[in-house]
């Protein structure tokens, strides 16, 4: 409840007020105190009843012993008496800067002396009188003492910012969360200038405090891998594995893709993460690196530092057709099949090839049902391909001849013999990877602010993870089926690919039948027939059973392609009487079991907090949180809970009376971001990095893009080539400009001549 204070004027005039404040609690002369902490906590108490705020003011010494200390209201003081002409035209950098003002040369204050022989204290004079007006105690959350960030609105704060939300929205969170703005210490311009402190406080030790970090994980993590080059004293490139990541490697690493992206730091470094695919075929990443440039010496070193942390080649290496990828690939993944992003390839058929063809036929869709396929062999491809060069007459097309050269580089015919080589076609892996990592950070982090976000997208990857193995552990499927191979795929595989397996077995047993068996040379060969509900007989597979080994083989390649057993081989099982899968076409990358459980673990975290002092605290806020929620329903015990929380508060402040030293702006940032300030700095973050992820706000629109624009724009007849396109007769190729140009000299001499008759 709002307290008035009493208003005077003195006999001169002046305005004076005395704050209403019972007497018991003010301050009062001869009141000793047995530390100096006691009486600031004593007037500061006071002046939050009372309306004011207070500051610390002189400490008065003789011969280095303290003689008097004075804390006085934080209106104590004139104001700059610094004055200039309204007239005077003076240099920008003398002009006052035009803001109010606060001092009001309030005298109100304490003055203590020491008591001699003790370290206490004694108030010798108390002066009571403000000479301005108080503040209303429902305002003074916007006192300068109140809007002080204590250390849990700092870790909010930074918590915040590192996962992608800035201080302004993290202001407003705490404004939600806590109930009222009257409820949130500091402003949004305090958050926002904490948030400005935490990037003072990393300067230009950027760099250095990186490298510093990461080589103290690599000396006291398990299996952390981090390498880096410094060149003329800027850091140029970064490469960094934790344990959780070479474990991924270990078992999902046969098809890697990796892709640059930009934005992700306010130095304009490249981030090139490495991503596969895991048991619950979601993203899963294998490294990350940071890069100066996009050369072929960039590249190459990244992934010669890849291998270095990993050791072994990945099966498939997936890229788009950056020319400098492509040759650190081949010279470094010497074991690797080097695969080009089929989208990147396909998406510029638009630009490539005339529009006419692409849109007023259907030429379009047969080059995508034919690159696509991955049923055919080479030869059906390079076959279907030429008659269908043959058929639109585009046997002179440059790029689709450049394409047709590389063949081998992306279209999926060429890759059927590899194991899980329809596992990644193309880099949209990358791209959601990507999106999930801008998601956490900004164009505007420094480096040590861009690896705290990583840590944080890095930390939603794994619970994700984490999470779908707990559903595959504690929960059973639903069956389709009464086919016990079904019940022992539940048993083996994860939820979402048994799925995928479920699908296949289904359908080997409502979608296919068997035509005819064969046993040529040790070997059961079965034909068979899958229907289709639409299309009626989609094909016939041949399964070759060898009975001396029990290997198993279809036509269709789909376990070679993806990992699992197709529905053709389910067929031929449930005639066989076959009810589990045999071991050997159970990919290890599919089951549930591939990893080990240390990587589950807490301590196998980035956000596990590992030391003592911080899981106590988490347990502290815990056992509160749990207290509070448990009395929230009954008013008398939460009376009760807050005077005992105000007890145990005057305890702690007792015990900790003053401000400890942990507390302090440098400390608390080290704490919060785990980066502690280096000795010495031998690199800086680099400057002047320009790439093509740099530049002006403006985007490039490349003809691909251009010519989907223009697709999009509504058909006209065009009265030359009568076809429905984006042209007309005025600019339609099919015209030629010198009959065009004939027809118009002849026009205008015909109407000369007319005109010379009139």
Known sequence: MAVTPNFYHSPRGTKYWIPNVPTPLKPATGMVFGRWEDAVTLYQDYAQRAGFDIRLSTVARYKGVITHRYIVCSRFGNPNSNTGDSMDVTPASSKQRNSSFKVTDCQACIKLKPVKGTEGYSIYKFIEPHNHGLVDVDNMDLTRGRRQLTFTEQEFIHKAQTSGFGATVSHRMQDSLKGGEHLVRGTKTDHKNFARDIREFIGERDAQMVIDKLNGNMLHLENFYFNHTVVNGELRSLFWVDDICKCNYNAFGDVVAFDATYDTNKFNMIFVPFTGVDNHQKCVTFGAGLLYNETIESFTWLLDSFLKAHVKHPRIVLTDQDAAMKQAVSSVFTESTHRLCMWHVTKKLPAKVCGDKLENTDLRSRIHKLVWNVFIKPSTFESRWKDLMDEFDLGDNNWLNDMFEIRD??????????????????????????????????????????????????????????????????????????????????????????????????????????????????????????????????????????????????????????????????????????????????????????????????????????????????????????????????????????????????????????????????????????????????????????????????????????????????????????????????????????????????????????????
């Open 409 to 758: 580089q992306w279209v999926p015919a060429y890759f059927r013999d590899l194991p899980m080589c329809c596992l990644m076609k193309t880099t949209s892996r990358c791209e959601s990877s990507n999106s999930l990592f801008k998601v956490y950070s900004s164009s505007g982090n420094t480096l040590v602010q861009f690896m705290l976000c990583y840590e944080n997208t890095l930390n939603a990857q794994r619970f994700e993870h984490r999470r779908l193995q707990y559903e595959t552990t504690t929960t059973s499927p639903k069956m389709l089926t009464s086919l016990p191979i079904e019940r022992h795929a539940s048993y083996i595989y994860t939820h979402n690919l048994f799925k995928e397996v479920q699908k296949e077995i289904h359908k080997g047993l409502y979608s296919c039948g068997l035509d005819r068996v064969e046993t040529v040379d040790g070997c059961r060969i079965s034909f068979v027939n899958h229907h289709d509900k639409s299309k009626g007989l989609v094909g016939e597979f041949k399964v070759t059973f060898t009975l001396n080994d029990g290997t198993i083989e279809c036509s269709c390649r789909g376990f070679t392609r993806i990992g699992y057993l197709c529905r053709h081989i389910f067929c031929v099982f449930r005639n066989m009487n076959i009810d589990v899968i045999p071991d050997q076409y159970v990919a290890s990358h599919w089951r549930h079991d591939v990893l080990p459980p240390k990587i589950f673990s807490i301590d196998a975290r980035y956000s596990g907090g590992r030391d003592e002092k911080t899981i106590k605290r988490q347990e502290a806020t815990t056992l509160f949180n749990e207290c509070a929620d448990r009395v929230r329903g009954d008013l008398e015990n939460l009376i009760d809970f807050v005077e005992d929380m105000r007890m145990l508060k005057e305890k702690i402040y007792q015990a900790i009376p003053e401000k400890p030293a942990y507390n302090s702006k440098a400390v608390v940032i080290s704490d919060l971001t785990g980066y502690s300030e280096p000795e010495s700095v031998t690199a800086t973050a680099p400057k002047g990095i320009r790439n093509k992820g740099c530049g002006t706000s403006r985007r490039l629109i490349g003809p691909g893009e251009k010519a989907v624009e223009r697709s999009q724009k509504p058909k006209r007849l065009c009265r030359t080539c009568f076809t429905y396109t984006t042209h007309d007769s005025r600019n339609c190729k099919a015209k030629d400009p010198k009959g065009k140009k004939k027809a118009k000299k002849s026009s205008n001499s015909k109407g000369k001549g007319a005109q010379d008759d009139a």
